[in-house]
């Protein structure tokens, strides 16, 4: 199951608790922020009309939902299909649904525990700091590839690459498989998008398939042959006895390839976008170690690369006086809570230098983005290696993002440097 769906319609909600926003609406998805500004000042917890269920704007409720145990990403574990009237799965989305079963992201403990222990070490932070050196090498080697020319579309040429080539080489494919791992990833990831049509669901599925086919032959080598690889690693990882199976070894490759690529590549281009748009002089925001990480920390509060992750209601409880039932989905707002003026001072304003910088864009509690260390290298990476080299950066023209309100991203970013 792609998303997560309000399966029984709520119809008790009064006219004031009510706001609506299209998600495919442009005016909307190129700039979410003035809507967040309205539901800051007026009504940060609200019923979604166009999404149909609840959802939280403020800080204090996306964090303190996201680390709540009554809520989860998984329903089926504590409910049956028919006692929430969810349908049967659909026959031509299984390959889709195959990926996404043992998907960290779709369990909870003690599913969940189990796998992200077997998974969690590989991304360690000291772990993924060696890594540093053949990013910053990776980095140069796609600046020199377009240096020579006059301008250049940097999502295409920086952000996505090194994301994919990073995380394809830990996984232990070859950095030359990074365009087809994409590509799939790309065709999988449209069905996070708001109403799914009849071909994406198809083209998604082709996809899953395409992506298991590949894997399996990757597992069958290690198998043999294991390697110094994650690939190997999760295949030989063993706990007390317990094993990953072939397919939570696929799932989670996928999910790593998948989620490890996508958002970074977003945040490259919207920091980008940001740094530039705020006229301050980019040598000062990355004249030491310590300032590249604060400047890094404020481009993913500023201009989050997710905006909308949701959760399931495993019991009938009660939040805050909103009542609801088991099943319920809630909405947490995280490009929104980024932005929420009762936490960060001037929270319109992109500041590097800000203090109160803490921000929710990977996430909170036992679903926290298991990828942060990796996404921060890449990103302190990219950003200073990008405006060391060419300092005199500037917007070639004004960017725009894609058409996917929950994955907030440049569709492309053309920037010039003479
Ligand atoms: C700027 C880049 C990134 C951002 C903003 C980001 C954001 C997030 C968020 C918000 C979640 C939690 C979702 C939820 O609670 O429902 C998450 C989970 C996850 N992320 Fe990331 N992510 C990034 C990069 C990465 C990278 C590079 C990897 C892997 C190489 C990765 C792998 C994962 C995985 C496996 C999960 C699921 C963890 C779990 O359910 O236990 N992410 N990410």
Redesign the pocket.
Known sequence: MAAILQLKPITDVPDHRRASANPRDPVFFQSPYAFYDRLHATNPTFFWEEYGHWCFAGFRDVSAL?RDKRFG?EILHVATREELGMPEPKAHTAAFDLTEQHS??N?EPPG?TRL?TLVNRA?VSRHVEQLRPRIVKLANEMIDGFEGQDSVDLIKALAAPI?AII?AE?IGLPAESAPKLLAWSNRMVAMYMFGVSHETELDADSAAAEFMGYLREAIAERRKQPREDLLSHMLTSDRNGDVLSDDEVMSTAI??LN???E??VH?TGNGVKSILESGLDPATLFSSDEQTEATVEEC?RFD???HL?TRYALSDLEYEGLKLRKGDVVGLM?GAANRDPKRFANANTFDPFRTDGANV???A????????P??RI??QVAFSELFRRLPKLRLAEAPQYNDVYHFHGLERLMVSWR
Do not use: K, N
């Open positions: 996201l990403r960290l992201l369990l969940h992200r991304f994301p995380i830990m999910l790593l989620a490890g690529h958002a970074t945040t993913l989050a690369p997710l992750f995280l864009s990977f996430g509690g036992i679903h926290f983005c298991i990828g942060a990796l996404a890449e990103l």
